[in-house]
């Protein structure tokens, strides 16, 4: 539920925002402008942000939400429109390749504060998750400090990441590459069981015992990366938890952002989940030795991702078999390969 996550970053970014000559207790309203690609459910922010407020201190403050709405741009003919139905196709154009302009994001608009005469309005304009991606830009740096490709991995539950990460990483390991994981999960160390037999630095990241955070956050990142040997790693595959929805919405430094689409799931998910299908660089469609047992269309499984991310570059895997393995590796030498050249280039300049 990634709402009591963004509850509690609007009180603590409405906290910093605040003049210090006014208290979170006089604060009586909170304003946010919330873009509607970003899948907040505004009944549910409100109800969490009541329910966590009085422990920020902001127990008169209610919640304002305006809700945005999404606008593209196409690369191909720069005419801007609006998406309908979750497809990202210009209606000019038919190009699917565009970016959106508008509709994303969680922003800090303002406060209204008790004073003798009334109340008063502080005009606001900051990023609810300023704090959370200034943390994920400083284990951006490490990594790049460190000629390291981080990869966040994010999936449905039971698509299969484990077994296609414990695939991945041994090819590389026959290619001399040094790998770690962060593995991601709101309770237990199943999956870093299994992942222990390959011999790397697996750093167990639960949100929470029972009923957690069903992302990883760049707080865990961060807390993880102090307990690997960076300077030691070619690789960092962060195993993030299944769900379709929140993993989407935070970036945690991360170089790669990669959906794991298992073929059972069908054809339908882009269409259903297409923040997570927007924020991604490649979908890595797995269990494709399910291909004969199913009744999947991969015409309509690519149309459809196609049609929520143009841009988005598609691998078809298999973690049983090892199907397109050798292709994935390539593909993460090569991305690993472009930050090392970045990173000497900058060290060149300065």
Not at 274 to 291: A, G, S, T
Request: net charge negative; with cysteine; hydrophobic share 40%.
């Amino acid at each position: 539920m990634h709402e009591l996550y963004i509850a509690e970053c609007i009180l603590d970014a409405a906290r910093r925002a605040l003049p210090e000559s006014c208290a979170p207790e006089d604060v009586t309203h909170v304003t946010v402008r919330v873009g509607m690609l970003d899948a907040v459910v505004p009944d549910t922010l409100i109800y969490l942000f009541n329910a966590v407020k009085c422990s920020r201190g902001f127990a008169q403050a209610n919640l304002e939400i305006e809700e945005e709405d999404v606008c593209c741009k196409c690369k191909s003919c720069s005419a801007a429109f609006s998406p309908k139905d979750a497809l990202f196709v210009c209606p000019t154009c038919l190009s699917s390749s565009v970016t959106v302009i508008r509709g994303r994001g969680l922003t800090l608009c303002g406060t209204y504060v008790k004073r003798a005469g009334g109340l008063m309005k502080i005009p606001i304009v900051r990023d609810v998750l300023e704090e959370s991606n200034a943390l994920a830009e400083l284990n951006r740096r490490a990594f790049d400090d460190h000629g390291i490709l981080a990869v966040n991995m994010m999936s449905s539950p039971g698509s299969g990441k484990t077994t296609l990460l414990s695939k991945t990483i041994s090819a590389l390991q026959q290619l001399g590459g040094r790998c770690a994981v962060i593995e991601g999960d709101i309770t237990s160390t199943l999956d870093s069981e299994r992942l222990a037999p390959l011999g790397i630095p697996v750093v167990q990241a639960n949100t929470q015992p029972f009923g957690g955070d069903c992302h990883v956050g760049s707080h865990l990142v961060h807390a993880a990366c102090e307990m690997l040997p960076l300077a030691d790693l070619d690789y960092l595959f962060i195993e993030n938890v299944g769900n379709l929805v929140c993993p989407a919405e935070f970036y945690l430094g991360e170089h790669v952002k990669s959906v794991v689409l298992s073929l059972p799931e069908g054809e339908d998910k882009p269409l259903k989940y297409p923040l997570m299908f927007r924020e991604c660089n490649i979908c890595l469609v797995n269990k494709m030795d399910l291909l004969p047992h199913l009744d999947v269309n991969m015409m309509t499984m690519r149309n459809h991702i196609e049609q929520v991310n143009g841009d988005l570059q598609i691998m078809l895997l298999s973690g049983k078999t090892g199907l397109g393995i050798p292709g994935w590796v390539e593909w993460l030498i090569e991305r690993r390969a472009q930050i090392v050249r970045s990173s000497e280039m900058i060290g060149d300049i300065s």
